[in-house]
Structure formats: structure tokens, C-alpha cells
């Protein structure tokens, strides 16, 4: 992490760091301890943890002995897979230097004056500032409003707490979506594994089938160009089926991660009244996206190309009659030879 340089770049260099050490789970700046993963991204231990144990919902350390095997989960920051051994988050490197910038980031802040920044102004009253929440019209105000003004018959709570509530809100539905993205990944990559069976199993059916035909290749040859053409289209039905649905799970999983950035740069403002202006519009956007995807999926066995099969047990005469093999077929031949056997017996 190149903290000079972001520095550099920066009016105020304090507020600046800052924003460098903020962990990307809950938000706030790291606790000790921190723990930096191998793609180099830092987070809390307890953060990490969290997201281990979300991943990995049947590792345990029971009785104070660790699993014998670890688990896996995703960077929040860069989606990097982590792999982890038997000691879980307990085994990732502790990151000092950041531990001391923290420690040495909250020693000047504490011996700094506060700084006045802007503050929102009523409209109605322009000399007061916006300093309560009216939780019935759901909107900050001011309290002259509250006394003699539009919101006089409305309950109205300090800013403050409605500020932390809805920001440890926004936070809860950031991981909620983070884990969200999760599942999401985890489905594409099981399509792209049907996606490589389907082309395994299709290329096996096909080297059957071509042997099969070799052994009678003179006659078969136009029938065999036939059947290999009903294989690959219902191949490339399927693996079409499949590549939209990869598309569509990318498309999803690429709007989440664009809210989750938008919810992020919105935890950034340090204002209460014009976080909240945006706040309660942009968790409802994030609790809506995170209820679940609702795209299909393919069904058990979608990949299965096994009843691309033949029985070449037939006699030269009828070879030019193969085809794969259906109950219609066989019901009409039973028919067929049913009749022709009351035909001979009622000549006897």
C-alpha cells in the first residue's frame, strides 16, 4: 500500500490515512489484531474470521484442537481465493506496520483540536443547523421545526444515533451482499464445471460412436454424418443454455459489486445529515439486490450425454434403418409383428 504517494495527492493527509486504514468488512478502522493476506489486502482478525467461518460453516476447533483441515474463502477487496491450513485465520501473518501507523494515526488525532466542518442549515430556518431526526416524516431537520414548525407533532430522536443505527445498517447489508456474491461466484463456478463435463461427456459419446461405425463404415457412412450432426447441436443447445446462464450470474454478480462500491464511498461521508439524505434509499436498493438470486440453474444430470447411445446388433440388410432408439419406435415394430402373427394364424 503506497501511503505517501495517496498522501501526497491530498489536502488533508490525516483524513486521507484514515480512509487507507479502514477494514473493508465492518467498516470502521482495524482493531488489532491485523492479519494480511496473501494477496497483501489486511482486515481484522475478527472480520476474518467471520468470513472464514461463513465459508467454511463445518470447520471447527472444538476443545481448543484445531480441524485437521483448513478451508477457503475470498478476499472482500480483490475476490483473491485464500486457502487456509489447519490453523484457520489464526495461521495468517499479523501486520505490524500497520498496527503501529493505527497506533500512531490515533495519538495525533488525539492530540489535535477538532476541526469545524460544513454542516448542513435548516431551509425553513436558515440560521439553524440541521441537529435532529423527525423519524415520523423520516427526514433530518432542525429543532425550530420541531417547536414551531412543520414537524411539531412528530417524534423526533437525536441525529447522532439515527446516524450510527443506519450506518451500522448499511454496514450489516455491505456484508450481507459481500456474502451474497459469494453464493453467486460459487454457481458460476459450478456451471463452468457442467460446462467442461458437458464437452467431456460429448467428445466420449462421439469417439463411441465413431467406433461403432468404423466396423461397418462402407454402409454407414451417410447415416453416421447424421447422427454426429443431432450430438453436436445438442451440445451446443446445452453448452449455449449454459454460457447464458454464466452471463447473466456475471452480469448479477457485476451490479452487486458496483452497489457495494457505491455503499462504501457512502460510509466515507462523515456528515450524519447528508449521509442520511441517500442512506435509507441506498439500503433499500442493497437489501433488494440481496435477497437472493432468482436465474435458473441447470437441472441434475443436465450435462448427461449418455442417451446418445446405439445397439448394433443388426443384420446388413437393415443398417440403413439405424437411428437412436425410442419407445415410439419399438411399440409401432411390436404392433407390426403382432399383426403379422394373427395374419398366419388365421390363413391356418
Partial sequence: MDYKSSLIQDGNPLENLEKQLICPICLEMFTKPVVILPCQHNLCRKCANDIFQAA???????????????????????????????HGVYGLQRNLLVENIIDIYKLECSSRPLQKGSHPMCKEHEDEKINIYCLT???????MCKVFGAHQACEVA???????????????????????????????????????????????????????????YAILDEKKSELLQRITQEQEEKLSFIEALIQQYREQLDKSTKLVETAIQSLDEPGGAIFL?????????????????????????????????????????????????????EEEFIEEDQEEEESTEGHQ
Fill in 56 to 86: 467454511n460453516p463445518y470447520w471447527s476447533s472444538r476443545g481448543g484442537s484445531m480441524s485437521m483441515t483448513g478451508g477457503r474463502f475470498r478476499c472482500p477487496s480483490c475476490r483473491h481465493e485464500v486457502i487456509m491450513d489447519r
Fill in 137 to 143: 416524516c423520516e427526514m433530518p431537520t432542525c429543532s
Fill in 277 to 329: 439524505l441517500s442512506a435509507k434509499k441506498l439500503i433499500k436498493s442493497i437489501v433488494e439486490a440481496s435477497k437472493g438470486c432468482q436465474l435458473g440453474k441447470t437441472e441434475q444430470g443436465f450435462e448427461n450425454m449418455d442417451y446418445f447411445t446405439l445397439d448394433l446388433e443388426h443384420i446388413a440388410d437393415t443398417l440403413r434403418t439405424i437411428d437412436f432408439g425410442t419407445d415410439e419406435e
Fill in 158 to 216: 437525536p441525529l447522532q444515533s439515527v446516524f450510527q443505527g443506519q450506518k451500522t445498517e448499511l454496514s450489516n447489508c455491505i456484508s450481507m451482499l459481500v456474502a451474497g456474491n459469494d453464493r453467486v461466484q460459487t454457481i458460476i463456478t459450478q456451471l463452468e464445471d457442467s460446462s467442461r463435463m458437458t464437452k467431456e461427456n460429448s467428445h466420449r459419446v462421439k469417439e463411441e460412436l465413431s467406433q461403432k461405425f468404423d466396423v461397418l
